[in-house]
T-cell receptor, first 114, second 113 residues
Framework: AQTVTQSQPEMSVQEAETVTLSCTYD???????LFWYKQPPSRQMILVIR??????QNATENRFSVNFQKAAKSFSLKISDSQLGDAAMYFC???????????FGTGTSLTVIP | DVKVTQSSRYLVKRTGEKVFLECVQD?????MFWYRQDPGLGLRLIYF???????EKGDIPEGYSVSREKKERFSLILESASTNQTSMYLC????????????FGPGTRLTVL
């Protein structure tokens, strides 16, 4: 069974600083996708970034980047130049290539300190 | 932009009532999902559907049923609501091909008294 673990229930970061959120997953598959989603307080969940397991290059979207370590089954999210609007719950998710189902971690609540 | 809408943002029901939560997506996605979100537990899959009239149980289907009569609409039904079904319910949709990232609705916060 696939499991996704986020070991940091809460994190905080000073505005303009960098923070890294951790995620590990367990799978026997070789072809899959990994995602980070953001859920701001009382707002809709949105996709932040996506990584295909077959790609060695780490995905980047503006201030958001990932550190994908396939052998270690680790998928961390780095947020650079943190902004107040980055405050949210962040969920890591896994989907194997041949399935429809997503597996989500329990989330990390990020606070941005002005 | 993909839009996923849910029929209610907040809902208050009584124990034993039949409750319908509706979800509509406008991007012709094959897959649709219902999750419940509880603090510390993340998102747990209740049911998903990969085609009209097709459904599969997720991790916590007990006490719930679903209906998908049209491709764009996926309904979650609580046959007899109970207090332990008080939660945030999220609907999502995705394409079956490619990365298949899920697009979420705004959620329905259901309180069962």
């Amino acid at each position: 069974a696939q499991t996704v673990t986020q070991s940091q229930p809460e994190m905080s970061v000073q505005e303009a600083e960098t923070v890294t959120l951790s995620c590990t997953y367990d799978t026997s598959e070789s072809d899959y996708y990994l995602f980070w989603y953001k859920q701001p307080p009382s707002r809709q969940m949105i996709l932040v970034i996506r990584q295909e397991a077959y790609k060695q290059q780490n995905a980047t979207e503006n201030r958001f980047s990932v550190n994908f370590q396939k052998a270690a089954k680790s998928f961390s999210l780095k947020i650079s130049d943190s902004q107040l609007g980055d405050a949210a719950m962040y969920f890591c998710a896994y989907r194997r290539n041949t399935g429809n189902q997503f597996y989500f971690g329990t989330g990390t609540s990020l606070t941005v300190i002005p | 932009d993909v839009k996923v809408t849910q029929s209610s943002r907040y809902l208050v029901k009584r124990t034993g009532e039949k409750v319908f939560l509706e979800c509509v997506q406008d991007m012709d996605h094959e897959n649709m999902f219902w999750y419940r979100q509880d603090p510390g537990l993340g998102l747990r899959l209740i049911y998903f559907s990969y085609d009209v009239k097709m459904k599969e149980k997720g991790d916590i289907p007990e006490g719930y049923s679903v209906s998908r009569e049209k491709k764009e609409r996926f309904s979650l039904i609580l046959e007899s609501a109970s207090t332990n079904q008080t939660s945030m319910y999220l609907c999502a949709s995705s394409l079956w091909r490619g990365p298949g990232e899920q697009f979420f609705g705004p959620g329905t916060r259901l309180t069962v008294l």
